[in-house]
């Protein structure tokens, strides 16, 4: 949705050329605006640097593969993850809670076993689990809301057993705003012997996020939210995690 507006006090605007003078754009939660250097860098890395990324012994494949992993430092130290390896690049937040699904669920998870999601949770939380419960038979479970619109801990307190394997949830809602109490669903979970894994699609772009401190065991966001480009996102992991995990 694009609204009109008066914006002559907002100069940053500058900065993002889609941004026609007197528009606020206020559609950042589903996809951001690209900032001018993004866009440069995109277009430098397509005009001039680009070759094969980890699959060439030439010069500019070397600097193309550096500039690579120089980004995916830069992205594990941004959401203080421990380890670059840690850092698993896919198309998109859907497409890392997919890759979990298929890639650690169907190994870890057999029928009967059972996943929490709550009631707040984006189609890309809940569709790969629909398909995982379709093909081995796991149960799945939906948390309630308290009142004013925050994942209810106390319920999933009271809802969690031995039988839960995997939590998963919104670290910011996409459509209340609210913000999950990220480190007590991991003391939840793993109170059962279940593993976290956060969807932080709203929450990297808006909050502070320190993988370190929430102590979640998967962690998902896209570029596309965050001022990147689109067709970008992000899996982490504990690295132990993905080296239990098959190719897919
Ligand atoms: C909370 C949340 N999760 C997942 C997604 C999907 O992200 P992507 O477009 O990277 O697949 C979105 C985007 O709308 C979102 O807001």
């Keep these: 949705m694009t609204v009109l ?3 002559r006090a907002l100069d940053h605007l500058a900065d993002f050329p889609a ?18 250097p993004v866009i440069e860098a995109i277009t430098r890395g397509y005009a001039e640097d680009y070759a094969t990324v980890h699959r060439g012994v030439y010069q500019r494949s070397a600097d193309m593969t550096l500039a690579f992993e120089v980004a995916r430092e830069r992205v ?16 998109g937040a859907t497409e890392a809670i997919n890759l979990v699904a298929q890639s650690w669920g169907n190994t870890h ?7 929490l999601l709550s009631t707040l949770e984006h189609h890309s939380n809940i569709v790969p689990w629909q398909l995982l419960r379709g093909r081995i038979g796991i ?8 009142i004013d619109g925050r994942i209810d801990l106390d319920a999933i307190e009271a809802m969690l057993t031995p039988a839960h394997k995997l939590v998963a949830l919104a670290h910011v809602s996409n459509v209340l705003g609210s913000v999950l109490d990220a480190r007590r669903a991991a003391d939840l979970a793993h109170a059962v012997g279940a593993k976290l894994l956060l969807d932080g699609c709203q929450a990297v772009p808006r909050v502070g996020v320190n993988i370190a401190d929430i102590l979640c065991d998967f962690y998902v966001f896209s570029g596309h939210k965050l001022y990147g480009p689109t067709g970008i996102g992000v899996l982490w992991a504990r690295s132990e995690i993905l080296e239990s995990m098959p190719p897919w």
């Design 19 to 36: 941004i026609p003078a007197g528009w606020a754009y206020l559609d950042t939660a589903a996809t951001a605006q690209k900032p001018r």
């Design 5 to 7: 507006a008066d914006t």
């Design 109 to 115: 998870l057999k029928a009967g076993d059972r996943i």
């Design 139 to 146: 149960e799945i479970d939906v948390a309630p809301l308290t």
């Design 76 to 91: 594990a130290s941004f959401i203080g993850a421990s380890s670059p390896n840690e850092i698993v690049f896919v198309r």
